[in-house]
């Protein structure tokens, strides 16, 4: 972007690699959560008890409930969850794009992004930079003071 007479001024604050770091670390601890319900949700349909341990105990004295009583309650808190963070998971491509532009797929992102990461990414000098600075470093080097 800076070739192209269009910097991106928000790399050269601190504060907005801070809140864009925080953002792109929520994102990832939330989606860990939805893939840990969601397995929750298929272990009980299988009659898993595994990640459930006050229920397993609570089993273990004799009572063999039908757990699908509970796939119903965990199909409903993963809905809740979706519905309570959809706005991550349209974001998701965006924060990915910073956090790992060297991996993240060019045709998933707005096509006026595409060449910008495909030239990023054909530039060995800067991807040798990425691996071995912090994500707030490695924006320095492409937009240095």
Known sequence: MKKKGQPVLEFQS??????????????????????????????LSGDDTAHFL????????????????????????????????????????????????FTINPSDLPVDWQLEIIDLQCDSDLKTKFAFASLHTFYQYLYPG
């Open 54 to 101: 006050c229920l397993k105990s609570v089993r273990a004295t004799g009572l063999n409930s039908d757990l699908n009583q509970y796939k119903g309650k965990m199909t409903e808190l993963l809905r809740e969850f979706k519905q309570q963070f959809q706005i991550f998971g349209r974001l998701k491509t965006d924060f990915q794009v910073f956090c790992s532009p």
């Open 14 to 43: 601190s504060k907005w690699m801070q809140n864009l770091a925080f953002m792109v670390d929520i994102t990832q601890h939330l989606n860990n959560l939805n893939k840990m319900l969601q397995g929750c949700k298929r272990q």
